[in-house]
């Protein structure tokens, strides 16, 4: 995207560069959007189909921690084959797995468990294998994307930039949980496959599998336009890996005006990994809040029910509505009060939406408004991003980013696995609530130590 294309970024204009952008990157959009939307309809649910299929709240808790394990580690080693077999063969290799991923949580619901050498093996185990899986394609291009955008994109217009990429991602993640919700409501009858979908007495995640199979489809379309219409012939992105001693040299070489920010984002994000996978459960579970209201259209009244779990994806897609559209407008503000303001708002909700959510009445209206809310944390996104590429050297923008998250990814991963014991040993309540509080912590620390991008004051 050039610099004079991100002076007017906003939602039209981020579609708009989509459509005027090179045949590669383009393609490489369109692929990024269907794996987004495979996984966004199906990842949401997960904990709702692990506890299907048998798995305790604890168990979902060591999955939400084993994903932080994934996305900590996988950016490495990503680009490293990268690196070996060319973007191409790379891209088709992670797409391949990812879709591989969504295929093995399909089929997770047709095992029973299996005993081995005195060792159960539960059906929700084979959630945890998809998973290694289904985040494959995920781990290629982080650093390298921040990066573009930094080189592209005019210093103090950095957040606005952001803003028009994020966008246009963003709308996967609209789209799928709703899809999802639809999905989840129809009435399957095909012969072929109800013998085998349809074995599992839990009518939720019965549909469910129906949902994941419509995500391997959009994992092989993704794979099969990348590999068969992407051209890297003029990609240069990534150099050879010079191992952990690398790692240990771009830790040293993080930009000092960044540590603060490190810490309280990663304080606000350890909170929010502790509860983000018991989400759906509170909805589904704890709260128990479906849909059900009288619609007129043209003079006649039609009754719409949803179950909670197909209300859930009606609430992810409120949230990202609001998130859309508060994006650009809180880029542009950015210009105006500063990065550190914009991105201390989203820190702020993001720390308190546990307590929000938790402690909500369980009625329709109070969860549309609770997501809703959700979605303002989203509007100091672009300005965050611009405010860890910010202080990097023109060169480093990749490197910087990488490290940033390798440091905070790595510390959020026991995360999961502590709110998943308080919520089963302890009490819901008392796992979002601690929750929120580590967040508020962490937007003070933020609020009084963390500093401006210069390009910004």
């Known amino acids: 995207m050039p610099a004079e294309q991100a002076e007017a970024a906003g939602p039209i204009d981020a579609f708009r560069s989509f459509?005027?952008?090179?045949?590669?990157?383009?393609?490489?959009?369109?692929?990024?959007?269907?794996?987004?939307?495979?996984?966004?309809?199906?990842?949401r649910y997960l904990p709702e189909y692990m506890t299907a299929l048998g798995a305790s709240g604890v168990v979902v808790g060591l999955y939400g921690t084993f994903g932080n394990v994934i996305s900590a580690v996988f950016p490495y080693p990503g680009g490293a084959i990268s690196d070996r077999i060319g973007s191409r063969y790379a891209l088709t290799l992670f797409g391949f797995l990812s879709t591989l991923g969504f295929a093995v949580w399909l089929i997770a619901g047709q095992f029973d468990a299996v005993t081995l050498a005195g060792l159960t093996i539960e059906p929700w185990v084979w959630i945890f294998v998809g998973l290694i899986l289904a985040q494959a394609w995920k781990s290629f291009g982080l650093g390298a994307s921040f990066?573009?955008?930094k080189q592209?994109?005019?210093?103090?217009?950095l957040a606005a930039g952001f803003a028009s990429t994020e966008t246009f991602?963003?709308?996967?993640?609209?789209?799928?949980?709703v899809l999802a919700a639809v999905l989840l409501e129809l009435q399957w009858n095909v012969p072929l496959l109800?013998?085998?979908?349809?074995?599992?007495?839990?009518?939720?995640?019965?549909?469910?599998?129906?949902v994941l199979l419509v995500g391997v489809v959009f994992g092989a379309l993704g794979t099969l336009i990348q590999h068969w219409l992407y051209d890297a012939s003029e990609d240069t992105i990534g150099g050879s890996f010079a191992g952990i001693e690398q790692i240990w040299s771009d830790l040293q070489a993080m930009p000092a005006e960044l540590r603060p920010l490190l810490v309280g984002d990663t304080l606000v994000r350890f909170a929010n990994g502790m509860v983000y996978v018991f989400f759906v459960l509170v909805v589904t579970q704890f709260l128990e809040v479906g849909f059900?209201?009288?619609v007129a259209l043209f003079g006649t009244s039609y009754s719409v029910t949803l179950s909670p779990a197909a209300f859930f994806g009606i609430l992810l897609g409120v949230e990202m509505l609001v998130a859309l559209l508060v994006m650009a407008p809180a880029a542009k503000a950015a210009e105006y009060v500063g990065l550190k303001p914009v991105v201390a708002v989203g820190f702020a909700v993001y720390a308190i939406f546990p307590v929000v959510l938790i402690y909500a009445p369980a009625t329709e209206t109070a969860m549309i408004v609770v997501f809703a809310f959700s979605g303002l944390r989203f509007a100091g996104l672009p300005s965050h991003k611009a405010l860890i590429v910010g202080p990097a050297e023109a060169d480093a923008g990749g490197r910087v980013t990488g490290t940033y998250y390798l440091l905070r990814n790595t510390i959020v991963i026991p995360s999961?696995?502590?709110?998943?014991?308080?919520?089963?040993?302890v009490s819901p309540e008392v796992?979002?609530?601690?929750?929120?509080?580590?967040?508020?912590?962490?937007?003070?620390?933020?609020?009084?130590?963390?500093?401006?991008?210069e390009a910004y004051r």
Do not use: C, H, K
Request: overall charge negative; proline content about 3%; charged content about 15%.
């Open 152 to 157: 592209a994109t005019d210093p103090s217009r």
């Open 19 to 43: 459509f005027a952008l090179r045949r590669d990157v383009l393609v490489l959009s369109i692929a990024m959007f269907a794996f987004s939307l495979g996984f966004q309809m199906t990842s």
């Open 292 to 294: 059900d209201a009288s």
């Open 147 to 149: 990066a573009v955008v």
């Open 194 to 210: 109800s013998p085998i979908l349809g074995r599992m007495g839990d009518s939720f995640a019965t549909n469910f599998q129906y």
């Open 169 to 177: 991602r963003r709308v996967a993640f609209l789209v799928g949980p």
């Open 416 to 425: 999961a696995a502590i709110g998943g014991y308080l919520w089963d040993y």
């Open 431 to 453: 796992a979002f609530t601690v929750a929120a509080a580590i967040g508020v912590v962490g937007t003070g620390y933020f609020l009084v130590f963390g500093e401006e991008f």
